[in-house]
């Protein structure tokens, strides 16, 4: 209740506004005939009373209420309670503004330090999350002018696989985040309210209490910022006020945390693609390079598995390349898919009229391939590239995140891009040494065979003596 009105303007007091405005006392016998919100009224019971300004050093720091109005208040035991928060509130700023400066650098450690490339977005909400010492911390970002959960991550590490491809695969956030979004203001939960979780919220991810804090600025909005907890009454005035510190500085942390996760993904882009042209000019046919492309796109997209697809001239998958996929999957693979014409398949259909990249963050929600030849396999998301894209369409290569669903981010899509044309280079030029490797293999041959009964001639048969 009381942090119902601890970020009320004083405007909206009414004529106890006047108090703090002009420095003097005021006595309401009936409270209920006076401009004081009803509201207020209710909350703390308030039927009359004496109202007085805490002054410390000419500044107005509150409203003392002594009810009933008819008790009589010495004015000096007044003035020293003011001097007294005076004081009180002098210590709580400082306090309050180090671990403001302690939450901050230590964020900015986080989104900086070294790691696991790609990481630096996870380490900054896990310390965020670690530092106010609640359970999580989540980014709600806008794209194409909606409101989509991009992270979330636990303050001590853990990882809840499922838990994570729930709440990023949901199409709409709680109320709360879109409600603190649309007013531009921080709301805050102390108990699980269907209102403002939604009863699905509350029961998936056991939120008791909460608070969503926009990130950016009114004129230019990043998204919101929220933090949960299991248990009720968690956030108090203090960590709400670290938290919005945080989130003043959070945007600006967030995108150098994009970027160098970005910069991370370029570098290694560029290492895949330099990999990719050096490994692929020993390509000496198709199958090779597509193995290659296969072993390659998959570290560089942290992929957890790759899969290569190839069909003959009539469309038919005839040759399946497996990258980090283990028994019994790899055997199930090749049974459920080799034989299959490509255009048995909607995915093979798009690949071959599109000749672009297909991209899929949450195979449930996507037809490209039927749900019964995925069924009981480890894949999730994926993303498959055209195969021969110039030469005539020869099949696809799938990179998978088995494990969870996946946001496919800009710079991830960058690099699908980029694979796909590298992909078709070396697969061209693995073709070219392909055929004339056969082409030079039947001139071979019909140097030393008689073209009409195909027996050695006597060329082949000299060979053959001064080899002797």
Known sequence: MARRWSRLPVRALGDLAAVLRHRTTLRVADAAARDIPLALRSDFGLSSGWFAPLMSDDQALGLLVVEPSDVDVVEEHVERIGVALGIARTRYLADRRQAELDLLLDLTRAAVEPGAPGRAIEQLCQRLAHQLGVRRACVFLVEEERLVAAHAYNADGSVDRDGFRAFTATASPPPIVRAAFRDWETLVIDEPSPALLGNWWIERFGVASGVAIPIGTAEEPMGVLTLDDPRPRRFTERVVGLA???????????????????????????????????????????????????????EALEAEQACALLVDGEGTI???????????????????????????????????????????????????????????????????????????????????????????????????????????????????????????????????????????????????????
């Open 318 to 468: 005839e040759h399946i390349v497996t990258v980090a996929i283990e028994e019994p999957w790899r055997g199930e693979v090749q049974r459920r898919f080799l034989g299959l014409h490509a255009s048995d398949l909607l995915l093979g259909r798009v690949l071959a009229e599109r000749r672009e990249p297909v991209v899929v963050s949450e195979v449930d929600d996507s037809d490209l391939i039927p749900r019964e030849l995925l069924a009981g396999l480890p894949v999730q998301s994926y993303v498959a590239l055209p195969l021969g894209v110039s030469s005539g369409f020869r099949g696809s290569l799938v990179f998978t995140a088995s494990r969870q669903h996946r946001r496919w981010s800009r710079a991830d899509r960058q690099l699908i891009e980029q694979l796909m044309l590298e992909c078709e280079l070396v697969l061209e030029n693995a073709n070219l040494r392909e055929v004339e490797a056969a082409r030079s293999q039947e001139l071979a041959w019909r140097a030393m065979h008689d073209p009409l009964t195909g027996l050695p001639n006597r060329v082949l048969v000299d060979d053959r003596l001064g080899s002797a």
């Open 244 to 298: 919005e510190a945080a989130a003043t500085h959070f945007g600006l942390l967030y995108e150098r945390a994009r970027l160098l996760d970005d910069h991370a993904r370029g570098v290694r882009a560029g290492a895949a693609v330099r990999d990719l042209l050096r490994e692929g000019s020993r390509a000496q046919s198709s199958t090779d390079a597509v193995e290659i492309a296969a072993r390659i796109g998959r």
